[in-house]
Every structure is written in C-alpha cells, then in structure tokens.
C-alpha cells in the first residue's frame, strides 16, 4: 500500500503514536478488522463488535506480526507499535479518506433501497471484460464495509465498484467522504429504514447523500421508473441520465422475451445504438440492472460486444437471493432482507416461473417509523400476492398475519384460487413444509422475510434430503 506508512497514518487518523521509531516510514501491507485475516505487515485495527475483532484480539493480531495497531488504549503489557485515538472507528474512516485520495482509479458508487447487491455484480462483470474491477465483497455496504472496500484498492486495479447501504441520516454522507464517487447510481427509493428515515422523502434525501462528494465531472444515473428519482431534473447544476423499461429514459429495454427463472432477452436501446442482449437471472429488476450496467460501460469506452458478453456470463454470487433446485423443488432463498419493494420484485419473479407457485413470506422490519404504516404495507403485499394469482401464500410471524388479511380479503374480491394461510411461527408451519417437499409436480417456492426473522431454516427444512 504506496504511502501508508505508519507516520501517514498518524497523520490521517490523528492518533498518537506509540512504538519503535525506525517503523515510523515502514509501509503497511494491508489493513483488517478481523484477527482471523491479519497477515505478516498488516494494520490491525481494534473495533469493538466486529467478528474477531477489538481490543481482546490485540495480543493475536501482534502474535501474527502485524506492524501496528489502531486502537483506544494499548492493553497492560502489550509490546508492539500503536496507533492511539478517541473512536477506532473513526480512525478506519479516516484512513480510507486518505488513501482514496492517493487513488487515481474511477470510483463508481451504488446506492438505493432494493437491488444494490445485485447491480454492483452486472456493473463488475460488465467492466470486467475489460478492466481489473476491485469491488465490494458480498454486502458489505456500511461504512466500515466501505472503508475496507477502498483501502483493498491495489496498484493492478484499474476501475473500482462500490455498494453503500444507509439507514439513518448522515451515513451516507460519511461513505461519499471516503469514496468520492466519479459515478453515482440510486436503483430506487423504497419504504426502508423508516423507523429512522420516517419516509421514503427521508429515504431519498439519506440516499441523496451520495452526491455530497461527488467528483466535480462526475456522471449520475438513476432509475426513471421509480416516481421519486425520474422527478430530479439536476444533480449539481448537471441532468443525470436514466435507465429502466419505459421508452422515455436514456437507456431503456423493449421486445422483453421473460424465459422464467432462466431470465429473459430484451433488446437494449442506449443514445448511442441498439443491441440485443441475454439477462440470464430472472425479474424485470434485472433487465433494469442490465441496462445500467450497458450504460456504464459505455461510459468507460467498452464495446456492445464487451458489454453483451458481460451481461450474458453473470452469475449472482454475492446476492442476496439464491435459485436452489432438488428434485421437483425449486426455492427462491431470498431470507436476508424485505422490504415492500424487494418483496414485491420477488413475487414477479415467481409469477413468472411458472407451473405450481408457493410463497412463504415473513415479517418486513424497519417499517414502524412516525408517519408509516407498517400493517398497512404488510397487507398491502397480502394483495398484491393474490392479484398476481399465484398457487399459494403462506405467512408466519406477527406482522405478516396483514399480509395473510390483505391476502385473504383480495382472494374474495378476486375469486382467484390462491391458497392463504397463516402461521404464528415456523415450527406451526412444518407440516405444510412436508406437504411441500412431497408434491410430485414442480413447485417453486419463494422464501423472503427480514434476516431477524431467521428463514434460512425455512429454506433448510424444504430442502433436506
């Protein structure tokens, strides 16, 4: 790591040193949070909270020849070189803030309330056909995630992607610092966060954030079909450019062909040509994703062919949901995060699958904020299950018993033959989870609920031998 000597990171973090002074000009290697991955020359900075990290693990750090240490206060008895200052984390922020600034690579930052995981993968594999793409590793979108994502940038890299995750005011602000995005996408604004956000104009104006650091010709773009983000005319004094599937945004997709959970075909118009182009993950979430990362690549000079190839070759790794197929069962496994924008994408997906349709869907948290209404957001989805006539809801957990009224009261304005039932916990609920795994016919289920409500065991019990 080129100038991060141990005297530039107390200068950057405004810490104390305390250690042997012929290291004060010697480089780190690289920086971790975790015991577990400090190697021979790394910086290891004491976070209380983090896996294997804070001040108990110190000693560990020091045992694996870490060349320093960033902490709060140096254990009794501890030999090595320290890096002392008020807020650890802090300290981390800081540091990323300067090596960002020695950094003379595109930065392209990604916000939004749904699908940033996902995006950050099509822009990755798009400009990889071309470029060494460092990018954020799974989720890690916070500001520790993104501090860590920078400070991973090396000298072989050419281009850099990188995920920011809000949810209160000010953060964002804080990982715009420390990226200076020369690129800026929000995917949407979505009913997230409220109990901190309130609403979804304190959605946009957290997530709006991302422009406070924005690189002076740095390019913006959003999606157009989302209400909220095709109303901004201006993004410092500039038009940013739009994507998504109606005809009126800079970038958009038309002679969609939806080939179910295989994807789908679309033909890609860009101010610069029309292509045709192979989205190989299902949902009209992912042709979006697609075309904003045709538009970026076409940003950073990349051939149609390059950009075609880039789409086409994608696989989702880091995402948040994952296809897993066992016999006649196929399961959605998308239990990390719901949000009513995310939930509702995901019942898209599955309408379009085909054939026989379950969705298991638990509580969304986060929407109990002043001025929401989370019962009515929940059995907003109930209805929105039923109108999209798939073969069965079921909802367990204390909130999702609106989604089961919503569901229940849109079946009879309907008469569409979804089942709905309703299940106070998941161990209530085993029994039609037997009756799933033994349906001689495909079925595929979708599993989505917030992380707390801990539905990896749903997707365990549906697809055990």
């Known amino acids: 790591m080129e100038n991060m000597t141990l005297q530039n990171i ?3 973090c405004g810490g104390i040193y305390q250690g042997t002074e012929t290291d004060r000009n010697r480089e780190i290697t690289g920086v971790a949070l975790d015991c577990r991955k400090v190697e021979k020359g790394f910086c290891y900075i004491a976070i209380q909270g983090m896996p294997c990290g804070g001040d108990a693990f110190i000693s560990e750090a020091l045992k694996k020849e870490a060349v320093c240490v960033i902490c709060e206060a140096i254990p009794e008895g501890a030999a090595g070189n320290f890096v002392v200052v008020g807020d650890s984390l802090q300290a981390l922020e800081e540091l990323a803030v300067f090596y960002r600034s020695m950094l003379h690579i595109p930065v392209i930052g990604i916000t939004g309330s749904v699908g940033k995981t996902e995006l950050k993968e099509f822009i990755a594999g798009v400009l990889g056909q071309r470029y ?7 989720n890690w979108n916070n500001e520790a995630g993104v501090a860590m994502t920078l400070l991973g940038i090396r000298s072989a890299h050419e281009i850099a992607v990188v995920e920011m995750g809000v949810s209160r005011f000010g953060e964002m602000r804080c990982m715009s610092k ?9 995917t949407n604004i979505g009913s997230c966060h ?3 956000l ?3 104009e304190g959605v946009l104006q957290a997530q709006s954030e991302l422009f406070d650091y924005l690189q002076g010709d740095g390019v913006v773009y959003m999606n157009g079909d989302d209400d909220m983000l095709r109303n901004i005319e201006r993004v410092r004094h500039k038009r940013p450019a739009t994507y998504g599937l109606n005809g009126k945004n800079d970038y958009y997709a038309d002679n969609i062909a939806n080939h179910g959970l295989a994807g789908s075909s679309a033909a890609i118009h860009t101010p610069y040509g029309s292509f045709p182009a192979e989205i190989p993950l299902p949902g009209e979430p992912m042709i979006r994703h697609a075309l904003a990362a045709a538009a970026i690549g076409m940003q950073y000079g990349l051939t149609v062919e390059e950009i075609r190839k880039g789409i086409a070759g994608l696989t989702l790794s880091g995402s948040s949901s994952n296809i897993i197929r066992k016999g006649t069962l196929t399961v959605i496994d998308s239990c990390e995060q719901a949000s009513p924008l995310s939930v509702k994408a995901a019942l898209d997906t599955l309408a379009s699958s085909g054939g026989l349709t379950v ?14 209404d989370e019962r009515k957001l929940h059995k907003d989805i109930g209805r929105y299950a039923v109108r999209k006539k798939i073969t069965g809801l ?13 569901g229940c009261k849109e079946k009879e304005k309907t008469l569409h033959n979804t089942f709905v039932h309703y299940y106070e916990t998941q161990e209530a609920m085993q029994t039609m989870l037997e009756d799933l795994r033994r349906l001689p016919q495909e079925v595929t289920v979708l599993v989505k609920a917030s992380r707390n409500m801990g539905f990896s065991t749903v997707v365990e019990a549906l697809i055990k031998s």
């Open 10 to 12: 107390v200068r950057a």
């Open 132 to 138: 060494n793409v460092w990018k954020t590793e799974g």
């Open 178 to 186: 420390m990226a200076a995005p020369d690129t800026a996408i929000i």
């Open 194 to 196: 409220l109990d901190f």
């Open 198 to 200: 309130r609403s979804r």
């Open 359 to 372: 969705a298991i869907l638990g509580d969304m948290s986060g929407l109990g904020g002043p001025g929401s």
């Open 394 to 406: 079921i909802c367990v957990g204390r909130l999702a018993r609106f989604m089961y009224q919503g």
